[in-house]
């Protein structure tokens, strides 16, 4: 700080005038010393000089027609040698103006980064978000143009298996289809319970030696009957639907990345593979042993996985592609949080068997390490708890730490979320907005066709091609100074 | 950015007077280059040329009258083709001036949109708020004018019963009338504990073979008849009250709209069936069979709706309606939350079944799914909990997940709630300072009897109709400058 | 919006140099519309003319000494009718702004009310600090002077008991004082554990029919002679603690108001009219019946109440201090939550008792309610769960609709505690700055012994009494510019 | 505020045009009055003469080469006494112009000393954070140079062993390391379980009168041979590791001061003492009695400490870092907690066994305070629960209080988790940006070598010796301006 006020002193007395800069920045005045534009050298202030230009010889000014908020806190750089900025200028444009005035970044000081920093979240947040809802913004319909017979219908097919949006049919299958997940996840949990089984008339001998009694269960009883075949009927329906899928998809290289159609496909497979054998085969399939007991069991166990159909729910509720983004993004304090969740439970874990070394409880540390981890995330069972007093002031601790630890990354999985949800939100109303704008406005667009040049694609300003901006600047004056 | 600089340079030389043009946004000066405001066609400053009434010859200038805050993150726009607004300035305020400087607001860039998503969001807070609280803006008694006699009192007792805030009377009532609720519900609660039952002298025979020591004792014993009386003075006083109130309400419609004038309605109902059965059916009441047995019971339970007669307190505690217009407002988030804890507690549940399957708990998958709920909201009842180390393992996992599912959209909640309640916080405080305002202030507002004209809704400046504003612009210079 | 426009375009044509009003604001100059200015009349704007002090004939501009970017802002509510501020700025500021340009607050636009209001929220909460540690300002020494013989050394141990920071002996003191606090509590809880008693030799033979172990306890056993003496040497130290207090405070009004030395001396009194009893009499202090036998045991049950001197801590630790100031300011949050807390627990309890009226837990309404408030806390001890599928359908919204009614006045509680704990942190951070800045800077400070008017109070500089002022600004120019 | 009016009036009137002072504050214009300036004796503003170097006689303005933004708000405190910062200024960047102008730090308002805590707190954090992770900044390899033969060998040696991010093979053996720690840990848990132990041939008949089941194990039974013998060569790799490393650190003293290194030194003693004992003596190390046998026991508790080998994981992902330096600068508010948390479960203890001394749970009151541990926690694990209404009805606040008292000091925990989070990802960003930077931006860095001169540091351009700055602005204007 000192320097600037002596140089002011030194420089000031002998030649005042010279020593002093002017610049008009887009209309306003700025001033400072000479010698306090060299500090930086290679940046574009400290390569002016009286014959560029950007010298207006008449007032003595250097003109440039930029914004001048940014340059008075690129002036202070000159001045102090550190580069501060006001937090709530926007970080994508402070750095073009860096860029236009040639400052690295790495002079902007460490307290005031965070205006880049934010912006460079928000503009990740904001990609994610595009690549992730690209399927809304582009209009599948469009591609019907130069299609006919057997194409067109297939293209309309897969239009609407896949695009719930593009018809109002498409949306009634959508809701349909999600019905028979909801039916055949349903049959799945109810087959597991007694009211909905059928004790069977030829229960094999050789199986009455179980001991369990849920695989006595599926041994002794039969699903529904009328519960069996709408499971059947569910299956097919998804059958013919991943079929005609497979056939109307226009390209078969995506279908087979997508893990949601592959899981179908599979489960499909499964599904048929089971029926098949109860259909062909008798009580072997129950017998309790041999390789076609233990396939038909694994068969019947991955039906579980239709849950996963659930999944295609997301195309359709956008808040849970957001959970999901939410998720990756937080994916590093999601390890840690499991890192440091698991280690502090080990510890405790281990002290507490240590600890409770004479009572009846706590046998063997794996199973006080699952104490542990039921203290920490408070749901505490009942099944283990310490008795001595040692131990419970462990277990006091224990429940403290997980509450602790669990908080730290939890509260910013929360906020990332938060961060989402609300670009999300602002994203549909920009949409809303846009698709509004102009039917609103289109008074004073009636007569301006050469807007279309830059509303095209008036999400994205930015996006304009270089040479476009440059015909927009070179030619637009002569169309209207005439 | 750099074909500013360019233009800056081939222009700059050949005429650089004339390329120049200024600006005097009240009082602050701007330049830009001319080539610069011809980007953006059918724009404000597109279409300006000397001939313009904003052209001043005297100085080279266009003059407008607006603020020059604004104006210069609008012509840097036009140097920079992106469109960014520090984010403390209000949304409301730049909506307007785009709309005066005909920018659309699809030019915004992505990353500035944020201030006017946040400025729509308040101003939907408000304007719920607004219509929340309505009633306590109106002042009712202003409409006793004009009335007399028979309709003056059913005016005044409508006040009584519906108003509590109109006289302290009807506070008094409202006090009296929670007081009754409170009673009403403990009643209810008490009746089924034997403490507050009596054995009755003449129980039927037939009964005897219920095993279900609950309803076993509501045949075996009666309520205390203090407590008995009590109810029933309770619900005179209810029927009371809802027939004053639905003769005296001035508007009928609206009475049959709301919901809870139907749930009392319809409590005070099903309380006098039931009495009236018990007043003149003896035995048949309780014989545990016929359609009177099954009348009565259901009337019975049915009288445990009068616990939504509480919801009357929110026209006192004005909190109460912020949480539940905070719950709307998260509508989404709410609906986002059941759906994503459901699938993952279903996928759990069906997990631990399959990985539990030879274990004595679990029993079917319902039951599984049950566990993973409550494992999930960290509630860990005890009455089933993993006994295997996969199993275990698996319900580690079920709790974070749990915590992290549940934690994201209650963060959303939350702050919701934060927001509005905030909003009406400073709602309450800014009516505070209004009506306390001319108190204070009257010194210099004495003599200023005009200034009525635009304090008569000091809530809402914006509120002034058009008309009254040019009225204002075009009346008040005549008064004034005489 | 127009309006202006137009104004500026019939207005300008005909006489556009005399409509145009001139400003001069602490150096920046501005410029409106005449016309614009009378839109609010009773502003100091309105009613400027150029007779006025401020009008310098010279400039043609109207010279005021204050800040232009407030200015700024209130111009703009003349252009537009509405008043918006960037929300940086601070509210206190911009109030003493308001007032100066005599601009009502209640035409402050409502979306940007949040600067005022944010603004008197954090003086509340300054205050409060303010209030709770002021006995942290006075130094108490200062009180001496003039204080000879007895007077003194009454003086000097009040400082000793009551303020912990005065000196190292009474820092000292108090952290014995704590620890004996401890003592005694440890002590209490001790005595109700069969560890710490011995066996009374001579047990009345009446009271052998008493049932309920822990009272068998009490009567068969003795506490252990040595913890005995420990507990009446606590006692003891007590009773001259509050007895020297007593006699020493120098405000025996302030002593009796406060709540801990009640408590103390109450506790003191208790104490010694049990031992009394111990002492005098024998058998009949445990015989089961007669007054004696109630008064003692009530007496012993009083002695918890000691665990309440523990809140002499909070002279010691302010954040305990800190805590109870954010519930206080949570206190509508706080009501809120139990009330609503209440409600739906209720709710849900009644509900479930409804619905699992057939199994054989859930035995009556008020045992429903308290398994409905077990499971909205997530605590789930499993004393009570549901059996049938409804109920555990109920058991998962009640758990879930816990989480969200708990978690929405939660997230304000602590909300505020953040405040209140930043703004203390920011309070102690700036009294050590100032303890600090007279070292550091000395040497600015030295030749100025003038300053001392204004930094008597450097943690105020607005308490300057007006007199003060005015002598500052009429004094000061005689003594510097001779 | 008054006074400033009435100064200008008075004044202004007399003798206009020398009581106004003007400013060029680079190149922005600023007026006051002069008596304005003369309220704060000692600052810069107040001792300006017109034969001050700052003065320029021709435009009659004190010119200062500093930022106006700044100077407007300093201005500010001369007309009204207080002041205040737009809250989006650097604290920093604030700090040295309240240093250039002179103004003493006590002068800004209570309401906005934010801005300087908040900078305050965010240096904090980075000094924090760049003493935690300077291992990062500094390149160990640099330190080779002039070493050669057996130094060379042990410098490397350290360097595999102690820097993962030093080399491939370091980074393979951190890896390898974790992996038998890993293992480790996990022979210690297996081994307490029946699964992975062996009957032993020879169990002793002097042992068969322990009762306890689990002591009873380890006595009836061996660790699975070939576990043993890996844990042993676990124990060989780890020995090996901590002698080379013992002979190779470059700074012996820091190897003792490190608190895993002392550690991992007693692990190993403890194992080999205990191999050594399993080797050498036979029954008498489980003969239940004698020094022997507890010295055996105990050196088998001890090895539960090779779990804290885990810490040196922290070297790997800083996260953990961070979530330590997050609790240590939370300290307070952990120790608060644990101290509210402790007393009110206290208080909550005492009460629920005074309330519930007639039921048969809550024996002691150390039992009563462990309940409302869990209660308060929400842990709820089912060993006690109140049973009596008042008991609930205590409970159902214990819960509450537990939630509330928890939330407040959990939340600014994970604010400042938050905090420490995000700025270390600042600091990565930037660190990645500035590696980048000379690669992306070497055209135009390409001709100008004079830029290494600050660019040797670009973390922090502060950081520049006041040499090199004096000799900056002295030396450069001459070989530029020539």
Same mark, same amino acid.
């Given at each position: 700080?000192?320097?600037?006020?002596?140089?002011?002193?030194?420089?000031? %007395?002998?030649?005042?005038?010279?020593?002093?800069?002017?610049?008009?920045?887009?209309?306003?005045?700025?001033?400072?010393?000479?010698?306090?534009? %060299?500090?930086?050298?290679?940046?574009?202030?400290?390569?002016?000089?009286?014959?560029?230009?950007?010298?207006?010889?008449?007032?003595?000014?250097?003109?440039?027609?930029?914004?001048?908020?940014?340059?008075?806190?690129?002036?202070?750089?000159?001045?102090?040698?550190?580069?501060?900025?006001?937090?709530?200028?926007?970080?994508?444009?402070?750095?073009?103006?860096?860029?236009?005035?040639?400052?690295?970044?790495?002079?902007?000081?460490?307290?005031? *980064?965070?205006?880049?920093?934010?912006?460079?979240?928000?503009?990740?947040?904001?990609?994610?978000?595009?690549?992730?809802?690209?399927?809304?913004?582009?209009?599948?319909?469009?591609?019907?143009?130069?299609?006919?017979?057997?194409?067109? *219908?297939?293209?309309?097919?897969?239009?609407?298996?896949?695009?719930?949006?593009?018809?109002?049919?498409?949306?009634?299958?959508?809701?349909?289809?999600?019905?028979?997940?909801?039916?055949?996840?349903?049959?799945?949990?109810?087959?597991?319970?007694?009211?909905?089984?059928?004790?069977?008339?030829?229960?094999?001998?050789?199986?009455?030696?179980?001991?369990?009694?849920?695989?006595?269960?599926?041994?002794?009883?039969?699903?529904?009957?009328?519960?069996?075949?709408?499971?059947?009927?569910?299956?097919?329906?998804?059958?013919?639907?991943?079929?005609?899928?497979?056939?109307?998809?226009?390209?078969?290289?995506?279908?087979?990345?997508?893990?949601?159609?592959?899981?179908?496909?599979?489960?499909?497979?499964?599904?048929?593979?089971?029926?098949?054998?109860?259909?062909?085969?008798?009580?072997?399939?129950?017998?309790?042993?041999?390789?076609?007991?233990?396939?038909?069991?694994?068969?019947?166990?991955?039906?579980?996985?239709?849950?996963?159909?659930?999944?295609?729910?997301?195309?359709?509720?956008?808040?849970?592609?957001?959970?999901?983004?939410?998720? %990756?993004?937080?994916?590093?304090?999601?390890?840690?949080?499991?890192?440091?969740?698991?280690?502090?439970?080990?510890?405790?874990?281990?002290?507490?068997?240590?600890?409770?070394?004479?009572?009846?409880?706590?046998?063997?540390?794996?199973?006080?390490? *699952?104490?542990?981890?039921?203290?920490?995330?408070?749901?505490?069972?009942?099944?283990?708890?310490?008795?001595?007093?040692?131990?419970?002031?462990?277990?006091?601790?224990?429940?403290?730490?997980?509450?602790?630890?669990?908080?730290?990354?939890?509260?910013?999985?929360?906020?990332?979320?938060?961060?989402?949800?609300?670009?999300?939100?602002?994203?549909?109303?920009?949409?809303?907005?846009?698709?509004?704008?102009?039917?609103?406005?289109?008074? *004073?667009?009636?007569?301006?066709?050469?807007?279309?040049?830059?509303?095209?694609?008036?999400?994205?300003?930015?996006?304009?091609?270089?040479?476009?901006?440059?015909?927009?600047?070179?030619? %637009?004056?002569?169309?209207?100074?005439?």
């Amino acid at each position: 700080m000192t320097e600037a006020r002596s140089a002011s002193k030194s420089g000031g %007395k002998s030649e005042p005038a010279p020593s002093i800069v002017k610049f008009n920045i887009g209309g306003k005045k700025f001033e400072t010393l000479s010698l306090t534009l %060299k500090k930086f050298p290679g940046t574009r202030l400290a390569s002016l000089h009286p014959q560029a230009d950007e010298y207006n010889r008449d007032t003595g000014e250097y003109f440039f027609d930029r914004d001048p908020i940014a340059f008075g806190c690129i002036l202070n750089l000159y001045r102090t040698s550190s580069l501060h900025f006001p937090d709530h200028l926007c970080g994508n444009y402070l750095r073009e103006e860096l860029n236009f005035w040639r400052i690295p970044e790495s002079l902007v000081s460490e307290c005031c *980064w965070t205006v880049f920093f934010n912006a460079e979240q928000d503009n990740q947040i904001f990609r994610n978000l595009k690549k992730t809802f690209s399927f809304l913004d582009k209009d599948p319909r469009l591609n019907e143009a130069g299609k006919g017979g057997m194409e067109l *219908w297939m293209h309309r097919i897969w239009l609407l298996l896949d695009k719930p949006n593009s018809s109002r049919a498409a949306k009634i299958w959508s809701t349909f289809y999600m019905f028979l997940v909801f039916i055949s996840v349903s049959l799945f949990c109810a087959q597991s319970h007694p009211t909905f089984r059928v004790a069977r008339a030829d229960v094999s001998h050789t199986m009455r030696n179980i001991t369990n009694p849920k695989i006595r269960m599926y041994h002794e009883t039969n699903m529904r009957p009328e519960l069996y075949w709408l499971d059947v009927a569910c299956v097919v329906v998804f059958t013919v639907e991943i079929l005609l899928y497979l056939l109307c998809v226009p390209d078969k290289g995506r279908f087979y990345k997508s893990f949601t159609n592959v899981i179908n496909f599979i489960l499909v497979l499964v599904a048929w593979a089971a029926f098949a054998m109860e259909m062909t085969m008798g009580d072997e399939l129950l017998d309790g042993k041999g390789v076609t007991y233990w396939t038909y069991g694994t068969l019947k166990l991955l039906l579980v996985l239709r849950i996963l159909r659930f999944f295609r729910l997301s195309q359709r509720y956008s808040s849970l592609n957001v959970i999901v983004l939410a998720m %990756k993004a937080s994916f590093n304090e999601l390890i840690l949080m499991v890192m440091s969740f698991f280690l502090t439970a080990t510890i405790y874990g281990c002290v507490i068997y240590v600890v409770e070394i004479h009572s009846n409880s706590f046998n063997d540390i794996p199973v006080s390490i *699952w104490w542990a981890i039921v203290t920490m995330t408070t749901v505490g069972y009942g099944d283990f708890y310490p008795l001595s007093g040692v131990g419970r002031t462990i277990g006091t601790f224990c429940a403290i730490c997980g509450l602790v630890v669990l908080s730290m990354p939890i509260a910013i999985i929360a906020a990332n979320f938060n961060n989402f949800q609300s670009r999300n939100e602002e994203r549909q109303q920009r949409r809303r907005g846009n698709q509004n704008t102009p039917v609103k406005k289109i008074g *004073w667009m009636a007569n301006v066709p050469i807007i279309h040049q830059y509303t095209s694609n008036p999400m994205d300003p930015n996006s304009l091609s270089t040479k476009a901006k440059i015909k927009m600047i070179t030619t %637009k004056p002569q169309n209207r100074n005439n």
